[in-house]
Every structure is written in C-alpha cells, then in structure tokens.
C-alpha cells in the first residue's frame, strides 16, 4: 500500500501563488509516476499534471501550461505543485496520485492510490 497526503490548499486572490505538497509513504517505489487532478463542484475529476518519479520527465495539461509547475524531491517522497497567476476557474479538490510505471499517463484509472485531496480556492 501507498499512502499519499497533500497539504498547502488554501484560499488566494486571482493572480496569487501557492505551492502544494504531496508526501508519499508506505510501499513507494523509484519507478512510479506521481500525478495531481483536480475536480471542480459538479465537474468530473480532470488531469494537471504529471511526473516520473526517475528521471524527472513532466506533463501538463494545456490549461496550466506555463503557470504550474511540478516538481519532486525523491529524498523526501513528496512532490509538488507550484501553481502561479491563479484564475478562478483553478478553484477545485486538488489530488495527487501515484502508479506504479515509467509512462506519464494522464488517465485517471491509471492511478492506484489516491490522496484525499487538499481544498484550493482562487477568488476574482
């Protein structure tokens, strides 16, 4: 099992900045993937953004391209999502995910373990 906890949501101005962390634990392995959804109120869990745990390669999704980055510290386990120049519409569930391989994947079912999510909300 692998346990996952994200930290760091909050409540930001349009235009703000913050930086969320997820700390992984448990039977984690070099050779996973760690991915951050978001899922809006009454929307279906969408992708962010994705990074290999080896190697450090990186996938986004176009709408936060340039405005997010992802990042790792394997000494810790723990991952991270700078999220800059907030909008509104980023307002959402934050998740991070983990599975077991070497591909970026963005689909949703790929994922095995899941965190519970961290709160963030961007108001206008």
């Known amino acids: 099992q692998v346990q996952l906890v994200e930290s760091g949501g909050g409540l930001v101005q349009a235009g703000g900045s913050l930086r969320l962390s997820c700390a992984a634990s448990g039977r984690t392995s070099d050779t996973f993937v760690m991915g951050w959804f978001r899922q809006a109120p009454g929307e279906e869990r969408e992708f962010v953004a994705a990074i290999r745990w080896i190697g450090g390669g990186t996938y986004y999704t176009n709408s936060v391209k340039g405005r997010f980055i992802i990042s790792r510290d394997n000494a810790k386990k723990t991952a991270y999502l700078q999220m800059n120049n907030l909008k509104p519409e980023d307002t959402a569930v934050y998740y991070c995910?983990?599975?077991?391989?070497?591909?970026?994947?963005?689909?949703?079912?790929?994922?095995?373990?899941w965190g519970r999510g961290t709160q963030v909300t961007v108001s206008p």
């Open positions: 995910a983990v599975f077991r391989g070497t591909g970026l994947s963005l689909v949703r079912n790929d994922y095995n373990y």
